[in-house]
Each structure stands twice: as structure tokens, then as C-alpha cells.
């Protein structure tokens, strides 16, 4: 539970954006057309505090789609590198939905661990305070609560903001980096006592989910088993393999590597993969372990519901629905997971 929470209008939310722009990149939800996306804002006004998800999902900011790694320079006698760490710069990422700021404590796990540490990813991680909204309603495809989460989820948040009655929001922190924000904030009002109940009571509604969850353990060790089974027959059969699912998705995380080159010169440059591509797999003899729709598929709910599970302890799955709402031929991720549960077959 959060250690200080403050209030804050719905009118002085962008004044707070406002005052965070003299020191921070502020990267926010912005309408653009219909449907929003995070983006760097230059003014509080520019933020949308009302969608419900942005189109991508927040990793690319941790996690470009593609990114330069190093450029190099060639002759005849050696390879000269050029490895300046790119500037990274302090950066609020601020409205995020708890789904989205829980897949980034996932791909903390990726890119942040003992034996690998992604120095360009941790940089951007270091250097971002996470401001989380909690949602107060949620659109048709979502699904968190299966995920063992919930609408006021705090896990990788800094700071949690709940909507409270007559457009008031309860702002709670979570870590220093968010007591941080909130210390250098010239915020109107500390909380009441009744506040801070009323927080908490909007944190325990949004726990107290009727839905059961998936027992991912259990899951995981299903998949495991019928890996070979006929339960894989069907669902990739309209699959056009377009690889939208995976790069909406916040917690795929598969990325290729290239060197780009002309004459002596180029750079070596890291680019979003999807397991649901054909090249994916494909190896430079011709031959491809994974070469149909039916494997790609499989992997991909493997990847999250299984492998994961073994090493990492969770679905790499938040429930965000945006593989549900923008896969073009209609396959949901809910009705895999429905019928995987039900799933005899061995
Ligand atoms: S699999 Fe689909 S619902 Fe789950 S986190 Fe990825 S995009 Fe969201
Ligand atoms: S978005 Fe749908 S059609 Fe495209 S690769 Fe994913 S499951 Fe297949």
C-alpha cells in the first residue's frame, strides 16, 4: 500500500504536467485521431487522462522498435567502433493503465537480470518515473483480472493517481522515485485522513474481482503436455502471420539484429522480431524448424503461458486486449485460453 498520497483536481492535473516539463521529458497519452498513443508532450494539455489503452503499448520506450546499437567504420588494417552511449535524458511516463506499467516489471526481467543486463534498456528504466492511472472502467477486451491483476494494479508503477468523486484524483506513492515527483510537486493539498480511506477503498474494489484466475502453473505445465496434441490443429488456420499481435503486445520482446552498411562504414542496428513471422526461424542453410502458421502460433502461446511461467514465475500475458481488438482475422488470445483450460486431449 502507498506511504503519502496527495489530491489533486481534475483542473490542475495538466498544471502538474506543466510544472514536471522544467525538468523532465514528459511522455503521455495523446489523442491522435481516433485512438490514442503515448507520445512527449510539450504542454499538460496535450494529455488525455480519459483513454482506456493507447493503440501501441509503452515498451517502445524502453524498448524502441528499432534502435542503433553501435556504428563501425572499416580499412583495410582494422574495424573502428563508435559506442557512445546514446544521452538519455530524466523522462515521466505518465498515465499509464496498471496492465501496461505491470508489463514493464516484466521486461524487467528480461533485460535487467544477473546474467544479462541491457545497458541501453536499464539506462531508459533508471532514468523514468512511472505515473500510473488507475482505470475506472474498463473496455470490452480487457481481460487483467484473469491475469491475477486488477484495475488499480500497482506492480512497477512509482506512483498510482485514482479517480475519487467530483473529479478529484488521490495520487500514491510507491517508491522513492515517486515520493521524489511528488516531493518536488507544488501540489495543492496533502490528503485527509478520509482521502486516504477513500484510496484505499478504490484500491480494495479494484482487487475484489469476481473473476477466477488463470492458475498459470497449472497452465503452463498443460501446455508442456500437449505440446504435440491436436489442440494446436485449428487456431492457426486464418492466421495471415501479419505479426500484429506480438509488436502491440507491451510484453513481446523479440528482436532481431543487423548490420547496416554501405561502403566501409554502417552500423549494427536491433529491430522488433515476431515469432509469428515466417522468416522468424528460418535458418541461413534454408532449413526452418518452425516453418507453419501452426508452430508460429503455438510458440506464441507458449512463449507466454508456458516458458515464462518456467523462467520467470509468470504469464508474460497482462490482459490488455490489444492483440483482441487488432488482430485482422479475429483470433483472441481469450478463446485459447478458455479452451485450453477445458483441453482433455493429451
Ligand atoms: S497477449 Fe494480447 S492481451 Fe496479453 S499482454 Fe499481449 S497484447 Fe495484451
Ligand atoms: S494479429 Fe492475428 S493474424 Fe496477425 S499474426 Fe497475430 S494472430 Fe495472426
Redesign the pocket.
Known amino acids: 500500500m502507498s506511504n503519502e498520497i496527495r489530491i489533486i483536481s481534475r483542473e490542475d492535473l495538466p498544471k502538474w504536467l506543466d510544472q514536471m516539463l522544467g525538468t523532465f521529458t514528459v511522455v503521455a497519452p495523446t489523442r491522435q485521431d481516433d485512438y490514442t498513443n503515448f507520445g512527449v508532450i510539450t504542454s499538460g494539455n496535450q494529455a488525455d487522462f480519459d483513454a482506456v489503452n493507447t493503440r501501441m503499448s509503452p515498451k517502445q520506450i524502453f524498448f524502441p522498435k528499432t534502435e542503433r546499437l553501435f556504428g563501425f567504420a572499416t580499412d583495410r588494417q582494422q574495424v573502428k567502433l563508435d559506442d557512445t552511449p546514446q544521452q538519455i535524458t530524466p523522462q515521466v511516463l505518465f498515465g499509464v493503465r496498471p ?1 501496461d506499467a505491470r ?1 514493464i516489471a516484466m521486461l524487467d526481467k528480461v533485460f535487467d537480470t544477473d546474467v544479462y543486463r541491457d545497458q541501453q534498456y536499464v539506462s531508459r528504466r533508471k532514468a523514468t518515473t512511472i505515473v500510473s492511472l488507475a482505470c475506472k472502467q474498463l473496455a470490452p477486451s480487457c ?1 487483467c483480472t484473469r491475469l491475477g491483476s486488477n484495475p488499480a494494479d500497482m506492480a512497477g508503477s512509482d506512483l498510482l493517481i485514482i479517480e475519487l468523486p467530483e473529479d478529484r484524483f488521490a495520487i500514491g506513492t510507491l517508491t522513492p522515485k515517486g515520493a521524489d515527483l511528488l516531493t518536488a510537486a507544488d501540489l495543492p493539498a496533502q490528503a485527509t485522513a478520509q482521502d486516504a480511506q477513500a484510496f484505499d477503498k478504490a484500491v480494495r474494489i479494484a482487487q475484489d474481482t469476481t473473476v477466477k484466475p488463470i492458475d498459470s502453473d497449472k497452465l503452463a505445465a498443460k501446455l508442456a503436455r500437449i505440446f504435440d496434441s491436436a489442440f494446436w490443429d485449428r487456431w492457426h488456420d486464418r492466421c495471415l502471420g501479419c505479426g500484429t ?1 506480438t509488436y ?5 520482446h523479440c528482436f532481431d539484429i543487423a548490420d547496416e552498411a554501405k561502403n566501409n562504414t554502417g552500423q549494427r542496428v536491433r529491430n522488433w522480431d515476431s515469432c509469428m513471422f515466417d522468416l522468424f526461424t528460418l535458418h541461413a542453410s534454408g532449413h526452418n524448424p518452425r516453418p507453419s502458421q501452426r508452430q508460429h502460433l503455438r510458440q506464441r502461446v507458449m512463449h ?1 503461458f508456458s516458458y515464462t511461467v518456467d523462467r520467470y514465475g509468470q504469464a508474460f ?8 481488438n487488432r488482430c485482422p482475422v479475429n483470433i483472441d ?1 481469450r478463446e485459447i485460453l478458455d479452451e485450453l483450460e477445458d483441453y482433455q486431449g493429451g
Open positions: 496492465c508489463s481481460f499481435c502491440l503486445c507491451p510484453t513481446c507466454k500475458c497482462v490482459g490488455c486486449g490489444r492483440c483482441v488470445i
